[in-house]
C-alpha cells in the first residue's frame, strides 16, 4: 500500500497541471493531507462514494499519463544513473568536480 501511495504521489507532483481544480483539491486531500474519504466528502457536500470515483478516475488518468509521457519513469532512472555516479565518482581523484556536476543535475528535478 505505501509503494501505490508514493508511486501515486510522485504522479500527481509529474502530472497534477493536467487534472482539473476538482481532481487536483481530491487528490491533494487523500493521499497529501490524509483526508478520508469521508471527509473529503464532508468537505465538498458530496458523497463517499462520488469522492471514491473520482479518485480512482484520477488514479487511472495518471497512470495514463505516465504510459505516454514516461515522466516518473525517466525521473527514477535518472536518480538511478546519479546514484551510480557518485558511487563511481568517490573512487576517483576528480570526485569533486563530479559531485558539482551531479548537484546541478539533481536541481533541474
Known amino acids: 500500500m505505501l509503494e501505490k501511495t508514493t508511486r501515486l504521489n510522485y504522479l500527481f507532483d509529474f ?45 487511472a488518468m495518471l497512470e495514463q499519463y505516465e504510459e505516454k509521457l514516461l515522466l516518473f519513469q525517466k525521473f527514477q532512472k535518472r536518480q538511478e544513473l546519479m546514484t551510480k555516479l557518485r558511487e563511481s565518482s568517490a573512487k576517483t581523484d576528480r570526485n569533486a568536480e563530479i559531485d558539482s556536476l551531479l548537484n546541478e543535475l539533481e536541481k533541474l528535478d
Do not use: C, H, W
Open 15 to 59: 502530472y497534477q497541471s493536467l487534472l482539473t481544480p476538482k481532481q487536483k483539491s481530491y487528490m491533494s486531500l487523500y493521499y497529501l493531507d490524509d483526508f478520508s474519504l469521508g471527509e473529503i466528502a464532508e468537505e465538498y457536500n458530496v458523497s463517499r462514494q462520488a469522492v471514491y470515483d473520482n479518485i480512482k478516475r484520477t488514479e
